[in-house]
């Protein structure tokens, strides 16, 4: 199964928003982070506490979002110059081997840990940190199917 892709900036940028919001660090913090807001608010309502650590709450939560949502992904993008070229990707029984102008990659099933599905990507991680996104774009109902066979037989969904 052969599949040739380039990828689209403003779909990269919440491909990486999608990867961030399911690390399990973030997700806790930002938890940890609207707890204590609420919690604030409450007692702020009460009567129990003034309205500094309301809005400290509220304060952080906005950092928060912004640099998650827009910073490091932009930021992520810029640096990287792989989301700039050209690809083709070959799925072998042993190897999935990526291909452009400049060389290629060869990469053992094995060396994959998880995959997860967003709207216009395969995520296929390496570690909890490393990954590779396949566009969906250009795919046909039979490849992406083939595609989500093939990744649940060789790789395994993310738990």
């Known amino acids: 199964m052969q599949y040739s892709f380039k990828y689209e900036k403003g779909k990269v940028l919440q ?3 999608y990867h961030f919001i399911w690390q399990t660090e ?3 913090l930002l938890i940890l982070v609207i707890v204590f807001d609420i919690a604030s608010a409450i007692l702020y309502v009460m009567g129990k506490i003034r309205p500094e650590p309301f809005l400290l709450g509220s304060f952080i939560w906005l950092v928060f979002i912004v640099s998650f949502w827009f910073v490091l992904p932009n930021n992520i993008y810029k640096k990287s110059a792989t989301f700039k070229d050209n690809f083709i990707v ?15 990659v060869e990469w053992e099933w094995s060396q994959f840990t998880k995959f ?3 709207p ?5 991680y390496f570690s909890s940190k490393s990954f590779f996104l396949l566009p969906k774009d250009n795919m046909n109902d039979d490849l992406r199917h083939n595609l989500r066979i093939l990744l649940s037989e060789k790789v395994g969904k993310k738990k």
């Open 15 to 17: 491909a990486l928003r």
């Open 26 to 28: 973030i997700r806790i």
């Open 90 to 104: 070959d799925f072998g029984n042993n190897f999935i081997t990526l291909k452009n102008e400049k060389g290629h």
């Open 116 to 118: 997860f599905e967003s």
């Open 120 to 124: 216009h990507f395969f995520h296929i």
